[in-house]
């Protein structure tokens, strides 16, 4: 399984409480649901500490996700929550959730000492 890790910000952290709301259970559109499970995702959690947003991904084997927004509902649920969202500074031009390196894995180091 294949996992990314992506961040992003709050455009403003007092809107955190409704940003939040707004993904509780059946509050996403069903949807937008199966688009992000289209799109090749077995896993996706979103994580907030203040105003940062990390979301995790995880696909079968080593596929990438595609694009999860192929749906007219996708689109508008995007459009929506753009007003809670804004790149972190490091964010390239056009990319809304920016992709995290991984940098540390325990298991590599367990690996090394056992070796």
Request: hydrophobic share 40%; net charge negative.
């Amino acid at each position: 399984m294949a996992r990314q890790v992506y961040v992003l910000d709050l455009s403003d952290e007092t809107l955190a409480e409704e940003y939040e709301q707004w993904h509780r259970p059946g509050n996403v559109p069903a949807r937008v649901l199966q688009d992000i499970v289209d799109a090749g995702n077995l896993v996706m959690e979103i994580y907030r500490t203040g105003d940062r947003l990390v979301m995790i991904t995880e696909t079968e084997g080593n596929a990438q996700p595609q694009d999860r927004t192929g749906s007219a509902e996708s689109q508008a649920w995007e459009a929506q929550m753009d007003r809670f969202q804004k790149p972190v500074p490091s964010a390239a031009e056009g990319v809304k959730w920016q992709p995290a390196e991984c940098i540390f894995m325990l298991a590599e180091h367990l690996r090394k000492d056992i070796e």
